[in-house]
């Protein structure tokens, strides 16, 4: 059984806004009968207000989750102007409905899509930009580009966190290598230009201050939070880093191995060999 | 308390009473090893060995042929493995598409751990090809592993026929008889089959307890590895209570078994022929006849099935679904695939499982509850165009 919030048991059981707007300004739909979920949301803009939302309706083909965040969806955009509704991320509906669980993020990124759909379809382009690039995944038709967008917004890194938030390798797998090519050239995109040239053998503190930060970033706190942990940098006094944990790292008893074996072999991997690692009770 | 109607009975079942109540002693003052050798143990051992003949009769094997397992996936496990590990020489496995995931996700293990396995297909109706079997049979076959009865359809298939089959090669037939037993009557006497796993919690026996026939004579060797119980093919200090309880409800399977094909069948084709007529974009998925008494999968075209559970269970109505949105594994059922069923009616589709526990109230009060659940979920859905011209398709064909 799905581990529901209350306002998604709320939304689903007792939606608002369903039904269609006949005379809409902007129209989106996303999802297909055969994903398992489709979505249909109708924009009217008041046209003397700003071209505010004045109102919202949807239908949704789809589970308990779905029918929550098109329907949470319809009241976070109503009085909003389109570039201020065009900033709501999939984040933001989940958020609104108190958290969703983790394998029906996708039910938020469908509402997301679903007002981009709409408000390119009011400016009068054929199709939301997600719709271009190759197709990766072929069970759901899921394209790198769009693989490449929630990689980039919700910070993931794992291929299940990919399926979870975008269905992209739920059905055969045989795109798991391709979707974990995906993951890796986000994230190599963004930190190899310093990364790369690391371990130099002198160098400034602001230099290695810089190396710590971009190694915890990028190769320390994935892993941890995969298990639901976290941690912060605190200091740097010479060649002692003090960090602090959070999450389930900070409650567990094998962190301080966690904090030697992972933290302290990474920095030293990637930044310099004289670093140790101390971990300061916040 | 809330209503409760319970008919998710393929998923487990409410322990029967008088099981319950034969397990109670063995919990208290009863708690003796039955291994040990002064009497207060002791005792056991002979507890244990009439639940091992209450298990045997309800199938029609002799006790000696009966050893008791945690449950049907360590059964299907011991099965399994044990079969291949007493005949090294041969690699090549045949199952089915359809089969549970005890079974399957086994098979599909070992297919990448040196063995080759063979999937048969089934036909829109759930049935398997015997042709296709006598295709995949080789001379390295070592196993045939399938299941009698569908736990997502019901549907049954030939086991005398494969068990037949499987003797004239001198291979192994391990049936997963998990749904089939205390529903349909097996005597394995008669029967071809070599060996058949079973479980307590799918016949009113507590969960984690379950057993294994092997047929005397066939090749197998122990799973589990440890001390001396079960013969020596079983290790583990034995689950006295559960036990007794599974030995007590499988006399009463054996006791209420005609009910299954009387009671439990009327209830089913009552149900399923009043939610058929009245949902006009309903449909069944399984073949009609070959089916077990208690089981119904219906689709509701162009609805899916979470919402629909969902809004039964505000009901108080406990069921469950084949849509991806249930699974964790965001495709529909492996099984309705298999069957090919369209993905417009595979991610609708609702599972009721009724038990000898059922009344024709709570089948009332369930037909009462379907139409405006379908009707509310058809609301919201943006292809309500779509159903509304499938039912127009229905009434003119009626």
Known sequence: MWDYTDKVKDYFLHPRNVGEIKDADAVGEVGAIACGDALRLYLKLDKKNGNRIADAKFKTFGCGSAIASASALTEMVMGKTLEEAEKITNQDIADFLGGLPPEKMHCSVMGKEALESAIANYRGYKAAPTEEGAIVCKCFGITDVKIERVVRENRLTTVEQVTNYCKAGGGCKSCHPDIQGIIDKVWEKEVKPVAVPAKPRKMSNLRKMQLIQETIERDIRPVLMMDGGDMDLIDVDGNTVYVSFRGSCAECAGSRVTLKSTVEAKLREFVTEELVVEEVNQ | MKKLVYVDNNATTRVAPEALEAMLPYFTELYGNPSSMHTFGGQLYKKINQAREQVASLIGASPQEIIFTSGGTESDNAAIRGTLEANPDKKHIITTRVEHPAVLNLCQYLAQNGYEV????????????????????????????????????????????????????????????????????????????????????????????????????????????????????????????????????????????????????????????????????????????????????????????????????????????????????????????????PFTAAHGSIRFSLSRYNTEEEVNYIVGHIPPIIRRLKEISPYSAEIEELELKAAARK
């Open chain 2, 118 to 341: 063979t999937e048969l297909g089934v036909d829109s109706q759930g049935l398997l090809d015997l042709d296709e079997l006598h295709g995949a049979i080789r001379d390295d076959t070592v196993l045939i592993t399938i299941m009698y009865a569908n736990n997502e359809t019901g549907v049954i298939f030939p086991v005398e026929e494969i068990g037949q089959i499987a003797r004239e090669k001198g291979i192994t037939f391990h049936c997963d008889a998990i749904q089939a037993v205390g529903k349909l009557p097996l005597d394995m006497g008669k029967s071809t089959m070599d060996m058949i796993s079973l479980s307590g919690h799918k016949l009113h026996a507590p969960k984690g307890v379950g057993a294994l026939y092997i047929r005397k004579g066939v090749r197998f060797k122990p799973f589990m590895l440890g001390g001396h119980h079960e013969n020596n093919r079983r290790a583990g200090t034995e689950n006295v209570p559960s036990i007794i309880g599974l030995g007590m409800a499988c006399e009463l399977a054996r006791k209420y078994l005609p009910e299954e094909q009387t009671k439990v069948r009327k209830l089913r084709d009552k149900l399923e022929n009043l939610v058929l007529n009245q949902m006009l974009n309903s449909r069944l998925n399984g073949h009609k006849i070959l089916r077990l008494p208690n089981t119904t999968n219906i689709s509701f075209e162009y609805v899916e099935g979470e919402a629909i559970l969902l809004l039964l269970n505000e009901v108080g109505i406990c069921a469950s679904s084949g849509s991806a949105c249930t699974s964790g594994s965001l495709e529909p059922s492996h099984v309705l695939r298999a069957m090919g069923v």
